[in-house]
């Protein structure tokens, strides 16, 4: 098996997720008398939260480099928007990010779904980095909420999921959000790792992406392949 490096904290509910399920997914591959060996940073996920773009480079290349100096031979982030680092990170170390753009997109192509929305807080669906990677990379098209909804979305993530909250209100506000665009788009990314936890087990109107466990199950692969 190889050894991963995880970079958590933000937030430590969704690391806990990534964590758990990489052992159980792992163990169930090759044995319950086995486990991976894995080093996790968690980071405070103020630095996240202030969004400052230069501190929040600064320190996911600080944490990655720590990782591979410690002996990851990969490196996953247990988070969507922390993504927003991996273009700078990745040049400056020689191990890969397992990005989650490719969980996603490797999904996507085997639901044959094209034109994705979009939901998560505010940077995950405004800034470019999910949206531009899966277009450049993969030719899918994601669309994002109007403007209001952006900012419901990101209250949500913000100050509740993040946080340990999953209210009721939260849960239908979500189920509501995705009918409302049905007709726009074939599927739909959950792209907060809290997102599939709130609903899970729902009924959507549209396909759902649940990035966390597709993510993980990328993490699996890498360990024992």
Avoid: W
């Avoid at 940073?41 to 939260?49: A, L």
């Avoid at 034109?115 to 995950?124: A, R, S, V």
């Avoid at 949206?131 to 913000?158: C, F, G, M, W």
């Amino acid at each position: 098996m190889k050894t991963l490096g995880i970079i958590g904290g933000t937030s430590y509910h969704s690391t806990l997720q990534y964590y758990k399920e990489i052992n159980r997914l792992v163990s169930k591959r090759i044995g319950s008398d086995q486990n991976p060996e894995l080093i996790i940073y968690s980071i405070n996920i103020d630095v996240m939260r202030r969004q400052i773009e230069d501190e929040i480079n600064a320190k996911y290349l600080e944490v990655a480099q720590k990782l591979e100096s410690a002996g990851a031979k990969a490196i996953i982030i247990a988070a969507n928007t922390p993504h927003m680092a991996v273009n700078y990170v990745q040049p400056k170390i020689t191990i890969p990010f397992l990005h989650i753009g490719d969980a996603v997109a490797k999904e996507a192509q085997k639901l044959k779904l094209k034109k994705l929305l979009l939901l998560g807080n505010k940077p995950t669906m405004t800034k470019a980095f999910l949206k531009e990677y899966l277009r450049e990379k993969y030719a899918i098209e994601v669309i994002i909420p109007d403007q209001t909804n952006i900012e419901q979305s990101h209250h949500y993530v913000s100050k509740e999921l993040t946080q340990g909250v999953f209210t009721q209100a939260a849960k239908t506000y979500y189920k509501q959000l995705i009918e409302n665009y049905h007709k726009q788009a074939d599927g739909v990314i959950l792209g907060c790792t809290e997102l599939p936890l709130l609903l899970n087990n729902e009924k959507l109107s549209l396909q759902a992406i649940a990035t966390t466990n597709l993510h993980i199950n990328l993490a699996v692969s890498f360990i024992i392949t």
